[in-house]
């Protein structure tokens, strides 16, 4: 049976780790360590993992604050698992999660993974319409947690990621903390040759934000972050990585349109209508709940929006740099 070490950063969410480590205690598969890794945090999580000492083989450490990335790195410094397994303090795991993993591993043999993300029956309407804004074939979501990833291979996400020994011995860890460190690291496993792949059943409930104003500035990072890696990888920058700042630009000039083009402007608010359409009958079947379908239109539009003017003003910013 292999060992896996659970990587946990947290930042001042105590009330997060407790649930969390909640859902790690109902696994059915049981071989594995916690690391919970507390980065400079001013609400410290110490007492927390402390009720959970006799129920998961748990260590908890503080560190000074340095970002997500090196304090992954920092944990997986401290491991003692053959696999590593990165996850946000904002998500929960359901029971077979680890029996999933398990059950892969020997069946496809991955060096790296990630699973995808769905909304807990506990979720708010807003949380329920921003998870499916970021898990929708309408959004850019659909890209997010499929099965296949437009150009290439699967490209694990820290949210829900596993990895190796071998390729932390081989690969090493992350080289930035934030704006995207992730997909930067991914880009690495794979080439240096290492087997990643995505485990459908390894699914995590991910809380994410619980405003849209706290979602509009996650997104507006995330837009950001995709220039950033294209300062490491330039051939990472795909064309269907503009279709949300595209969207956003086709927004802004629609008022303009209506002083410009009488019959432009009708057949782009006719297309708006008929878009956020779809995603309200779509949201609404997938939730059977139609304030969670509403919602949902406005968490796709925020999500579009923010990425696409992180995703601008990040650019705006190499462009002028060189």
Same mark, same amino acid.
């Given at each position: 049976m292999r060992k896996y070490s659970v990587?946990?950063?947290?930042?001042?969410?105590?009330? *997060?780790v407790k649930e969390l480590l909640q859902t790690l205690t109902a696994q059915t598969y049981r071989q594995f360590e916690v690391l919970v890794i507390e980065d400079g945090s001013r609400l %410290?999580? *110490?007492?927390?993992?402390?009720?959970?000492?006799?129920?998961?083989?748990?260590?908890?450490? &503080?560190? @000074?604050?340095?970002?997500?990335? $090196?304090? %992954?790195?920092y944990g997986f410094e401290r491991a003692g698992?053959?696999?590593?397994?990165? +996850?946000?303090?904002?998500? +929960?795991?359901?029971?077979?999660? $680890?029996?999933?993993?398990?059950?892969?591993?020997?069946?496809h043999g991955y060096d790296a993974w990630g699973g995808p993300d769905r909304e807990h029956p506990s979720f708010t309407p807003v949380q329920k319409a921003i998870?499916?804004?970021?898990?929708?074939? $309408?959004?850019?979501?659909?890209?997010?947690?499929?099965?296949?990833?437009?150009?290439?291979?699967? =490209?694990? %996400?820290? &949210?829900?990621?596993?990895?190796?020994? @071998?390729?932390?011995?081989?690969?090493?860890?992350? +080289?930035?903390?934030?704006?995207?460190?992730?997909?930067?690291?991914?880009?690495?496993?794979? %080439? =240096?040759? $290492?087997?990643?792949?995505?485990?459908?059943?390894? &699914?995590?409930? =991910?809380?994410?934000r619980t405003s849209f104003r706290q979602f509009f500035r996650q997104l507006h990072f995330f837009g950001r972050a995709r220039i950033n890696i294209s300062r490491f990888f330039p051939e990472e920058l795909k064309p269907v990585h503009c279709f949300p700042a595209l969207f956003f630009l086709g927004c802004a000039s629609v008022p303009l349109l209506a002083f410009l083009s009488r019959p432009l402007f009708l057949f782009a608010v006719y297309c708006l209508i008929l878009y956020s359409l779809l995603i309200f009958l779509h949201a609404t079947a997938r939730?059977?709940?139609?304030?969670?379908?509403?919602?949902?239109v406005g968490a796709v539009y925020v999500q579009l929006s923010?990425?696409?003017?992180? &995703?601008?003003? @990040?650019?705006?910013?190499?462009?002028?740099k060189g």
């Open positions: 990587i946990i950063p947290v930042y001042n969410r105590p009330d *997060e %410290r999580c *110490e007492d927390v993992v402390r009720e959970f000492a006799g129920q998961l083989d748990i260590r908890y450490y &503080f560190k @000074e604050n340095s970002g997500q990335g $090196f304090t %992954r790195n698992g053959d696999y590593f397994v990165i +996850l946000d303090s904002d998500a +929960l795991l359901p029971p077979g999660y $680890f029996q999933a993993v398990e059950e892969n591993l020997n069946l998870s499916y804004s970021m898990t929708s074939p $309408f959004s850019t979501g659909g890209i997010r947690g499929g099965k296949k990833r437009l150009g290439g291979a699967f =490209h694990p %996400r820290s &949210f829900n990621m596993g990895l190796s020994r @071998e390729v932390y011995r081989k690969v090493g860890g992350f +080289l930035i903390t934030r704006m995207g460190e992730d997909i930067e690291y991914s880009i690495r496993i794979i %080439r =240096h040759g $290492f087997r990643t792949g995505l485990i459908p059943d390894a &699914f995590v409930y =991910h809380k994410r939730n059977r709940d139609l304030k969670v379908g509403l919602l949902s923010g990425y696409g003017i992180g &995703f601008l003003t @990040e650019w705006w910013r190499k462009v002028r």
